[in-house]
């Protein structure tokens, strides 16, 4: 197991809605990625962050947005939910420290939007 | 254009088979490289990393070709246990992005 844990595991909500996920990183990582896999596609990067700070985007909108706490946990918060934002959302934690930044993932939360 | 483009299969393989992954990037700048492991409904795992030198983890071999732009993974002796889908993953020179292949679905028929 990578020690890296998210929550909800599932979760359901209706278009308009607003969604908080969390994670929690593996201990000794300073950075957690956020992504968004829709069925059948690869993850997709919404976004990192590395102490407290966004520390690079991909395309996505602003209402998917952030935060990273003193622990290093972080939350991906996502307003305005529209149907095609259901997938699943991994976050994964990673060192600065380590040289090439690999990335260990958590299990996921599976977002469905009706 | 994508910025890593994979073969989406299906392989279907027999137990004992050799297989070989291919996956090409589109940064030239790209300063890291990645195979990852997802099996079905779950989180991605890393399998290896890909160093210029290429680089073997018992029956898996990464090799990566910066002129080409491409990255392999070859698995010899296929075991039932491999069936998943294989990612090939790319990080970008600048934005801390990593980016995802769509992934190769390998399924080792018995």
């Known amino acids: 197991e990578t020690g890296v844990t998210q929550s909800p595991t599932h979760l359901i909500k209706t278009r308009g809605q607003q969604v908080t996920l969390r994670c929690s990183s593996q201990s000794g990582h300073n950075t957690v990625s956020w992504y968004q896999q829709a069925l059948g596609q690869g993850p997709q990067f919404i976004f990192q962050y590395y102490r407290e700070e966004e520390n690079g985007r991909g395309n996505f909108p602003p209402r998917f947005s952030g935060l990273q706490f003193p622990n290093y946990s972080s939350e991906l918060n996502v307003n305005a939910l529209e149907l095609d934002d259901s997938a699943l959302y991994l976050c994964?934690?990673?060192?600065?420290?380590?040289?090439?930044?690999?990335?260990?993932f958590g299990p996921g939360t599976r977002l469905l939007v009706l | 254009r994508k910025e890593v483009e994979q073969d989406p299969g299906p392989f279907n393989v027999p137990e004992g088979a050799t297989v070989a992954f291919n996956c090409t990037y589109s940064?030239?700048?790209?300063?890291?490289f990645f195979w990852y492991r997802q099996d079905c409904r779950k989180e991605p795992k890393l399998l290896m990393s890909?160093?210029?030198s290429g680089n073997e983890d018992g029956r898996f071999t990464a090799q990566l070709n910066r002129a080409s732009q491409y990255i392999s993974l070859l698995i010899r002796d296929s075991k039932l246990s491999d069936s998943a889908t294989y990612l090939c993953?790319?990080?970008?020179?600048?934005?801390?992005?990593?980016?995802f292949g769509t992934g190769t679905s390998l399924t080792v028929i018995p």
């Open positions: 994964a934690s990673s060192s600065k420290l380590a040289g090439a930044e690999t990335q260990y």
């Open positions: 890909v160093y210029s």
């Open positions: 993953v790319v990080k970008g020179d600048t934005g801390n992005q990593f980016y």
């Open positions: 940064n030239s700048a790209s300063q890291s």
